[in-house]
């Protein structure tokens, strides 16, 4: 699939934008293709926080449990999941820019099958792009959702 690279400017102090990506609970009241998290480690986000996500994609759900590592408050994470024989890496970084925040996310996937590794050179060019525009779409409600909370 190669890398993917997204950058989303919000009009949101990073304080704010980094407590709305790290509410889990109001994943999926903010963003509209997440139907459902489920929070499986109690207390704040941290290193080795998991949870499932449930979203829309392709007209169907479909969840994935994931984790959190590299937690560096008003900085940023990394969500890791494996799935489908792939292991995927995406990491959220926050930079303050006055009164804004510029979020930056990028992903990679791992094949980590042999199954995976024949069928995704062929998978992954078809993905990358639904993959860019489902977390554009997301980033868009995310920053909708920083910019009326102030």
């Excluded at 995927?88 to 820019?97: A, D, N, R």
Aim: glycine residues 6%; hydrophobic residues 35%.
């Amino acid at each position: 699939m190669g890398n993917i690279v997204i950058e989303k400017e919000i009009n949101a102090p990073i304080d704010r934008v980094y407590e709305q990506m790290t509410n889990l609970e109001n994943w999926s009241d903010s963003i509209e293709s997440i139907t459902k998290v489920e929070k499986h480690t109690d207390g704040p986000v941290r290193d080795g926080t998991e949870f499932s996500e449930t979203r829309v994609m392709f007209g169907k759900e479909h969840t994935e449990r994931m984790t959190f590592a590299n937690v560096k408050p008003n900085q940023g994470y990394t969500l890791v999941c494996d799935s489908c024989g792939m292991h995927y890496e995406s990491s959220h970084s926050l930079t303050p820019m006055g009164d804004k925040t510029m979020l930056r996310m990028e992903m990679s996937a791992k094949p980590m099958t042999f199954t995976s590794k024949i069928i995704s050179p062929i998978t992954g060019a078809m993905m990358k792009g639904t993959m860019k525009k489902m977390i554009n779409k997301d980033f868009d409600d995310l920053a909708r959702a920083c910019e009326s909370a102030g």
